[in-house]
């Protein structure tokens, strides 16, 4: 079965510098969530599309963006980074999220390293 | 301020033995749980779920439990075999709101099964 596809895997940065993160959601999901993870940390949630737009908000800084294409797929920009944004950053899908009961599968995620 | 949490970073089971993790939650506004399994350089992997509504679902070795008035649930796995390594996350979603879909997850509890 498809699953969700984050590209790239891995990243390396260094600091001031711009980074974008792609997440293919699996086929018919039309909800994406963006999630981080710190060293040793609980995923957080960043922010969330459903139907191409903006569905919630969570800890995003501002240097941040994403959106959310036609073809479903998503895109996180991330600006002026700095060391503490080296993380695991997820990408998960899921099918009608206005419906409660819905569970989000989850890309392999991306390892960002800001040098 | 950490809505979910578990307390237990870690845990150790002999194979064949129950393992029992253990989520607390705050947040009297969640109604749906679930818990995922994570592998190092994985995505998490969604294992099984429980609405508010219920006390208890079951899916072949693994069991939740939820106790809604203590704020509780538990994952029960039986019995215990060395795959099920891994690290456990118990996440909570709060259906109402603007904050549909949006997962809060606990810090994780690390589960070794020895052989």
């Known amino acids: 079965a498809a699953g969700v596809i984050q590209s790239p895997r891995h990243l390396i940065k260094e600091k001031r510098e711009t980074a974008t993160l792609k997440c293919y959601p699996i086929p018919r999901h039309d909800t994406v969530y963006w999630y981080q993870q710190g060293p040793g940390q609980d995923p957080q949630f960043l922010i969330s599309?459903?139907?191409?737009?903006?569905?919630d908000k969570g800890s995003i800084p501002d240097r941040f963006s994403a959106q959310q294409f036609s073809d479903y797929h998503s895109e996180l920009n991330m600006s002026s980074l700095e060391l503490g944004d080296s993380a695991l950053y997820f990408c998960?899908?899921?099918?009608?999220?206005?419906?409660?009961?819905?569970?989000?599968?989850f890309g392999p995620g991306t390892r960002l390293t800001v040098l | 301020d950490q809505q979910v949490k578990q307390n237990s970073p870690s845990l150790s089971v002999q194979e064949g033995r129950i393992s029992i993790l253990n989520c607390d939650y705050t947040?009297?506004?969640?109604?749906?749980f679930l818990w995922y399994k994570k592998y190092p350089a994985e995505g998490p992997t969604f294992l099984i779920s429980?609405?508010?509504?219920?006390d208890k679902n079951e899916d072949g070795r693994f069991t939740v439990f939820l106790n809604k008035s203590a704020k509780h649930l538990s994952l029960h796995i039986v019995p215990s075999q060395p795959g099920d390594s891994a690290v456990y996350f118990c996440?909570?979603?709060?259906?109402?709101?603007?904050?549909?879909?949006?997962?809060?997850f606990g810090q994780g509890t690390i589960l070794t099964v020895h052989p």
């Open positions: 996440a909570a979603k709060d259906a109402g709101g603007t904050s549909y879909g949006k997962l809060t």
């Open positions: 599309f459903y139907e191409k737009m903006q569905s």
């Open positions: 998960a899908s899921s099918e009608e999220s206005r419906k409660s009961y819905n569970e989000q599968f």
């Open positions: 947040n009297s506004m969640f109604d749906y």
């Open positions: 429980i609405s508010s509504i219920k």
